[in-house]
């Protein structure tokens, strides 16, 4: 019986491990048939993320809020940074930022903040000047004052893209839950940051500023459907929602929740970046610390 067990459960993982991005790749008589899932397939699919359990108030013994910097230079980030050029690669594969502003454009995410705190709803219309710069040159003011018109060849228009998303500022909830006793993270919000449209073009500018944020139970049907590229096995790939709430990712703490309205690392600790390093390490640790004491006697 536990023989037959193994080799449903191999069948299974087998049969929904084709169902992702290149299904049906080893199949295909033709480049159509690549990608088309038969129903079978499609009915082993878990067509929605997995729902985080019901924490009481009462359960937790301890929390931390803390905001975090994922900086997209780094390797282990990748994923969520390319592809960055979608011109000559399938539809299947789309950069996170692609995937949040095209499901905002789109309506399936519905609701955008203005900051971390989720008070101030945005809309798109709202975070356009944020987004997109449409310049006019001398030129076209040359030509409309003369004319009272301007060619399409005078006006500049550049727009924010994945390619100058530089981190995502990420806010989560460390919390230690008393009933399965293990120290757990909840992601609550995330905002792509790039620099200012206005100074897209300008080298010396290193200033980075969220585009917008969102309040991440709103979008994790959105990224669940959404596949990152997986390095290891590309007939598998992880989901954004997976790569997120299982970090898989690195990123370094820039502010905790705190008696001092919950200021910045920067704020405290300034023009030392590795003074800094070394606050975030040290907030990480005392977070760790915490699950570590519970079992000392």
């Not at 290149?22 to 038969?38: C, D, F």
């Not at 803390?66 to 390797?75: G, H, I, M, T, Y």
């Not at 669940?224 to 370094?252: C, M, Q, T, W």
Request: glycine letters at 4%; proline letters at 3%.
């Amino acid at each position: 019986m536990n023989y037959k067990s193994f080799l449903l459960t191999l069948c299974s993982i087998f049969i929904a491990s084709a169902s992702f991005a290149q299904a049906n790749i080893l199949n295909a008589k033709s480049p159509e048939e690549i990608g088309l899932r038969t129903d079978a397939q499609k009915s082993l699919d878990n067509d929605k993320p997995l729902e985080y359990g019901y924490v009481d108030d009462r359960d937790l013994l301890f929390s931390k809020m803390v905001w975090e910097k994922v900086v997209l230079d780094e390797r282990v980030n990748f994923p969520l940074y390319y592809p960055v050029d979608t011109n000559n690669i399938g539809s299947n594969r789309r950069s996170l930022y692609d995937v949040l502003i095209k499901a905002i454009k789109q309506g399936e995410i519905e609701n955008i903040y203005d900051d971390s705190y989720f008070t101030t709803k945005r809309t798109l219309g709202d975070i356009q000047d944020a987004l997109v710069l449409v310049d006019t040159t001398d030129m076209g003011y040359e030509q409309y004052n003369a004319e009272g018109v301007v060619d399409e060849q005078y006006i500049n228009k550049q727009q924010i893209s994945s390619y100058d998303v530089a981190e995502y500022w990420i806010k989560g909830l460390w919390y230690f839950d008393k009933r399965q006793s293990e120290l757990k993270y909840r992601l609550l919000g995330i905002a792509p940051v790039a620099p200012d449209v206005n100074f897209l073009n300008d080298p010396n500018n290193k200033e980075l500023i969220p585009l917008f944020w969102i309040f991440y139970p709103d979008a994790r049907q959105v990224l669940h459907e959404a596949k990152a590229f997986n390095d290891n096995n590309s007939a598998v790939p992880f989901s954004f929602d997976h790569i997120l709430n299982s970090r898989r990712f690195n990123g370094y703490i820039f502010k905790e929740e705190n008696v001092f309205g919950d200021r910045e690392v920067t704020e405290y600790i300034a023009d030392n970046a590795l003074m800094q390093l070394l606050e975030s390490d040290r907030i990480k640790e005392s977070i760790r610390n915490f699950e570590l004491d519970m079992w000392s006697y």
